[in-house]
């Protein structure tokens, strides 16, 4: 089954669009007036991003690209799901945004695009829908500047060691064997109703750490959070506004992490 895992994830991601539109957790509404998706971890690397390139890897339907378009860089967004891609776009009209969509596999991209870029941009439950972080760190060190920045920031690999009430843990920190999943929601909307199939993995900071070193990339930045900045996952609570933990392990598990890399 892990040869189909593109073609099963993609059906997934593509039935999950047209319902994380109108959910509530995309504040579409509020997004379309001027609000920027950014949240406040990845805002503090990124730093001033006026006229820069930018690549935004995995953007689903552009959320976070045209919100750094709006900041003044020039941005190109990929994604495997063809609806997602086809929603950016549509945006990226209505709105009158400048951002480029492109769709494709996060492997593949060198295939579509020959373009070096100032910042490659990719957060929050990425990294966890690909088989091997070394061909992922090949693809960012291909398609960054000498002088170019990683920004990546992501849900901590511990996160992912527990099932889905963070009541046991039920995955090995070092998973090297595919998870599949059956699946009938989202977490941006309870209320979609779908069936489908997906094949995940998770990567524990050490290797993500050698894929990008292997990749000649130099990481110069790297934290750990207590909290999530998305209510995305079961039992949390808001300890401070747009700061969410679980509920019954304040303070005693890291749930986000963010690093840079320069490419020399």
């Not at 994604?79 to 494709?104: G, R």
């Not at 599949?180 to 290797?207: C, F, M, P, R």
């Not at 749930?255 to 320069?262: E, K």
Request: charged content about 20%.
């Amino acid at each position: 089954m892990q040869d189909k895992y593109l073609e099963l994830n993609r059906q997934n991601w593509n039935n999950r669009v047209a319902g994380h539109l109108r959910s509530d957790f995309y504040e579409m509404d509020a997004f379309r007036a001027g609000k920027s998706s950014l949240k406040e971890i990845e805002i503090a690397l990124l730093g001033n991003v006026e006229g820069k390139s930018i690549l935004h890897l995995q953007c689903h339907f552009g959320q976070d690209t045209l919100s750094l378009a709006r900041m003044g860089a020039q941005v190109t967004g990929i994604d495997f799901s063809d609806k997602a891609i086809d929603e950016a776009q549509n945006l990226a009209k209505e709105l009158s945004i400048d951002a480029t969509f492109i769709c494709c596999d996060v492997y593949s991209t060198s295939d579509h695009l020959s373009e070096q870029f100032d910042i490659i941009y990719t957060t929050y439950g990425t990294i966890g829908w690909l088989p091997d972080l070394d061909k992922w760190a090949k693809v960012i060190a291909d398609r960054l500047k000498p002088g170019g920045q990683l920004i990546f920031v992501d849900f901590h690999p511990v996160v992912w060691m527990f099932d889905d009430d963070f009541k046991h843990v039920a995955y090995n920190y070092f998973q090297e064997s595919p998870i599949v999943e059956d699946v009938s929601s989202s977490y941006a909307n309870k209320e979609i109703q779908i069936t489908d199939t997906t094949i995940t993995w998770n990567h524990g900071l050490s290797e993500v750490y050698q894929a990008l070193q292997k990749a000649g990339l130099i990481v110069n930045h790297f934290s750990e959070y207590p909290f999530s900045p998305y209510d995305c996952l079961n039992d949390l609570i808001e300890v401070e506004p747009n700061r969410f933990q679980v509920k019954h392990l304040v303070n005693k598990i890291p749930m986000v992490y963010a690093l840079t890399a320069l490419k020399a």
